[in-house]
């Protein structure tokens, strides 16, 4: 059989664990999903480091606080422990189901979680224990007169909630642009579209996340354009880190076939790195674009497809570019002074990126003005030049409100 090598997919865990320590695949790890699980690291990866900008521009005062009173010492209210008794009838109902029902879930935990499927009684023992836990700890908690603290809240203190907006807003936004791209695929098939774990687009992603932590910002008096700078790097560091899920499970997000000889001047190069067959991609069937799979001679895994020829990997690259457009935001976070440049910097950078890398990308086409354009090229077209403009708007206003404050002094 075919070794696992940096030129084979990791569909899940189990083939990573394969590949570092020799064990069989297919076993218990398999549960996570090697997409979801980069993933997940990816907002890891912008939290943490969104934070960190927005601590830093709250000690250069840039922020100010913002005064809430919490009350404390009162019993649990009835949301907090209905809200919790729902999180363990989905634990304990979703897990036990998925535990009895491994291979199916294995092979489609999207449609597993997003489904009816349910292990009831567990699902009710989920919610008592979890509901009566959390009301018999704020009642130990509870004092016999509730105090009113007031306390000072920045908006790093907020990351947690922000980082929610922005994933749910995100995940529904990529859902919802995709299908829009595969619109004959969702009339077919609307809830398989729906609840596949597959089929995310990227803008989509970026425009409902970005609208959803706007309304927040608004909402809780955080000044818009510092914040947008903050979570410049920490928007392409996620990104580059979501497609290193995308390279190495091999989910369909891949370039136009490329057989062309690798160029004398990159044969340092991995040959992987320059086209790849995605031997074990998590797809596992032989309807793939732009060639259809063929099985791996010898492979009594369960993923054991690979592409029937050779094409660019394309999300690699876009990880090497995000790393490139990283290193250029955090060298400039603290020079770029004019608050909102940084943000559409890298939203002008983010467009010249995506509109590059679709030229040699699988994806749907449609007539634009005579020329056929992806969605991402349609969209990154206009995204440039809307951050082109903006950039051009901010530092004038800037300069404008400079020069004002120097003729009242």
């Not at 535990?99 to 009816?116: G, I």
């Not at 029937?308 to 990880?319: C, I, K, R």
């Not at 608050?339 to 983010?350: Q, T, V």
Request: proline share 6%.
């Amino acid at each position: 059989m075919r070794s696992a090598t940096f030129a084979s997919m990791y569909p899940d865990l189990s083939y990573i664990a394969h590949a570092l320590f020799g064990t069989e695949p297919d076993n218990w790890l398999a549960i996570f999903k090697t997409f979801g699980f980069f993933l997940a690291i990816s907002f890891l990866v912008s939290a943490t480091l969104y934070y960190s900008e927005l601590k830093r521009k709250a000690r250069e005062g840039v922020f100010k606080p913002t005064r809430v009173t919490v009350v404390e010492g009162k019993p649990p209210s009835l949301s907090e422990v209905a809200s919790n008794a729902l999180l363990g009838l989905v634990l304990g109902g979703k897990g036990l189901y998925a535990a009895r029902h491994l291979e199916e879930f294995q092979l489609d935990p999207a449609a597993v979680l997003f489904s009816s499927k349910m292990h009831w009684p567990a699902a009710i023992i989920g919610a008592v224990l979890l509901g009566g836990l959390t009301w018999w700890e704020g009642w130990r908690k509870r004092k016999q007169k509730p105090v009113a603290v007031e306390k000072d809240v920045w908006p790093h203190d907020r990351i947690s909630e922000i980082t929610v907006w922005a994933a749910v807003g995100g995940i529904v936004g990529a859902k919802v642009f995709d299908l829009f791209d595969n619109w004959n695929a969702f009339l077919n098939d609307p809830m398989g579209a729906l609840l596949s774990g597959g089929g995310l687009a990227f803008y989509g992603g970026l425009v409902l996340g970005f609208i959803a932590v706007v309304v927040y910002l608004w909402r809780h008096s955080i000044p818009f354009l510092p914040a947008a700078d903050a979570v410049a790097p920490a928007l392409t560091a996620g990104y580059g880190v979501g497609r290193i899920g995308c390279q190495l499970s091999g989910d369909g997000d891949w370039g136009i076939v490329n057989q062309a000889p690798k160029p004398e001047w990159l044969s340092w190069l991995p040959d992987s790195w320059w086209a790849s067959t995605y031997p074990h991609h998590v797809l596992n069937t032989p309807y793939t674009d732009p060639v259809s799979s063929i099985p791996i001679e010898g492979c009594t895994w369960r993923y054991c497809m690979e592409l029937s020829m050779p094409v660019f990997p394309t999300p690699l690259y876009e990880t090497l570019m995000m790393a490139v457009v990283f290193a250029i935001l955090w060298a400039l976070r603290k020079r770029l002074r004019v608050p909102g440049m940084l943000f559409f910097l890298y939203l002008a950078l983010a467009a010249v990126e995506r509109f590059w890398i679709e030229k040699i990308r699988v994806n749907v086409h449609h007539e634009v003005l005579g020329m056929r354009m992806s969605q991402a090229e349609i969209i990154s077209s206009i995204l440039f030049t809307v951050s082109v403009l903006a950039m051009i708007v901010v530092w004038w206003l800037y300069r404008r409100q400079q020069r004002f404050a120097q003729v009242l002094k």
